[in-house]
């Protein structure tokens, strides 16, 4: 597809359970960014990835949380035993490393996590 | 502790006038302000963005003006048209820092009315 696609759209689950939410870039991007929208809040930086590596994990919230990108394209989060803080709108965005505007992210429509 | 302020969460402008959205930030070590507009259901998406070194940035009917001893930007959207009713958010990135981490503010949502 033309842009940054994620799934599933929504996801309601169960307090302690496990979730993973999948992001696919735009064709091309080498730069992959996850990040968190809470009610009310922006975007909060959660990690960045440069190829399969991540580059700046800096913004994981705590060990529950964990990213991968394995073949430097599609990126999975995971969330281990979710808690009810955990929900928010996960935003997934790509970016080429060279070229265009600084900062200029590539957005998808996001993951809405709900935890009961 | 924000450190990037947005704090107005809300807007109304009528269609042809001008908005003019604000934002502050406390520290010191940004190189780049960016703003991005987002539509209900949707993610954001960049509108502008501004380094540290410059004062202004024009793109069309948006500039984005920064002045650095006040701490403060803004964004000026002249016409304004029922089209730019969004949530706008202001957002930095720190020197040195990587290039996707951004600090965002939390947003005004602009009513843009016909």
């Known amino acids: 597809g033309a842009g940054v696609s994620q799934t599933p759209s929504n996801k309601v689950t169960e307090k302690g359970k496990y979730v993973e939410l999948r992001c696919d870039p735009i064709?091309?991007?080498?730069?992959l960014y996850w990040y968190r929208q809470s009610l009310g809040q922006g975007p909060e930086f959660l990690i960045y990835?440069?190829?399969?590596?991540?580059?700046?994990d800096s913004g994981l919230p705590n060990d529950r949380f964990f990213a991968v990108r394995p073949e430097g394209s599609v990126s999975t989060l995971k969330i281990q035993r979710t808690e009810r803080g955990d929900s928010a709108v996960y935003l997934c965005?790509?970016?080429?490393?060279?070229?265009?505007?600084?900062?200029?992210?590539?957005f998808g429509e996001g993951s809405r996590l709900t935890v009961l | 502790d924000q450190q990037v302020k947005q704090n107005s969460p809300s807007l109304s402008v009528q269609e042809g006038r001008i908005s003019i959205l604000n934002c502050d930030y406390t520290?010191?070590?940004?190189?780049?302000f960016l703003w991005y507009k987002k539509y209900p259901a949707e993610g954001p998406t960049f509108l502008i963005s501004?380094?540290?070194?410059?004062d202004k940035n024009e793109d069309g009917r948006f500039t984005v003006f920064l002045n650095k001893s006040a701490k403060h930007l803004s964004l000026h959207i002249v016409p304004s048209q029922p089209g730019d009713s969004a949530v706008y958010f202001c957002?930095?990135?720190?020197?040195?820092?990587?290039?996707?981490?951004?600090?965002f503010g939390k947003g005004t949502k602009l009513s843009v009315k016909p």
């Open positions: 965005a790509s970016s080429l490393m060279s070229g265009g505007r600084s900062g200029e992210l590539f």
């Open positions: 957002a930095a990135r720190r020197y040195g820092g990587s290039q996707g981490n951004l600090i």
């Open positions: 501004i380094s540290s070194i410059k």
């Open positions: 990835f440069q190829g399969t590596g991540a580059a700046d």
């Open positions: 520290n010191s070590m940004f190189d780049y």
């Open positions: 064709s091309g991007h080498t730069a």
